[in-house]
Nanobody, 124 residues
Framework: QVHLVESGGELVQAGSSLRLSCAAS????????TAWFRQAPGKARSYVAA???????DYPDSVKGRFTIFRDNAKNTVYLQMNSLKHEDTAVYYC??????????????????WGQGTQVTVSS
């Protein structure tokens, strides 16, 4: 079993930067492939970024160039650095993890483990 705890969400102004953290426990962190998703009110959960255990990253066009995912294996933590935040980035951000790279990187169904989420609100 893997336990994920997100932190770092807060209310910020448009154009600001914010860094989210996701601390993992319960399994060797280096064996996990991790990702961030987000869910705005009334919308489905959507893909934000992923990083596999080899360090390969992936982003959708909506955040490419603004968001960066990276991990610190020594701290069992994956981060999401968000720059140039927009009002439409407002959502609950979730950390996700999986042991095997089966299924699409951007699919909710591909991930076995989820955190409880952290709220990011960007005022316009």
């Amino acid at each position: 079993q893997v336990h994920l705890v997100e932190s770092g969400g807060e209310l910020v102004q448009a154009g600001s930067s914010l860094r989210l953290s996701c601390a993992a426990s319960g399994r060797t962190f280096t064996s996990l492939n991790t990702a961030w998703f987000r869910q705005a009110p009334g919308k489905a959960r959507s893909y934000v970024a992923a990083i596999d255990r080899a360090g390969t990253t992936d982003y959708p066009d909506s955040v490419k160039g603004r968001f960066t995912i990276f991990r610190d294996n020594a701290k069992n933590t994956v981060y999401l650095q968000m720059n140039s935040l927009k009002h439409e980035d407002t959502a609950v951000y979730y950390c996700a993890a999986r042991s095997l790279l089966i299924g699409a990187w951007d699919s909710v169904a591909s991930y076995n483990y989820w955190g409880q989420g952290t709220q990011v609100t960007v005022s316009s």
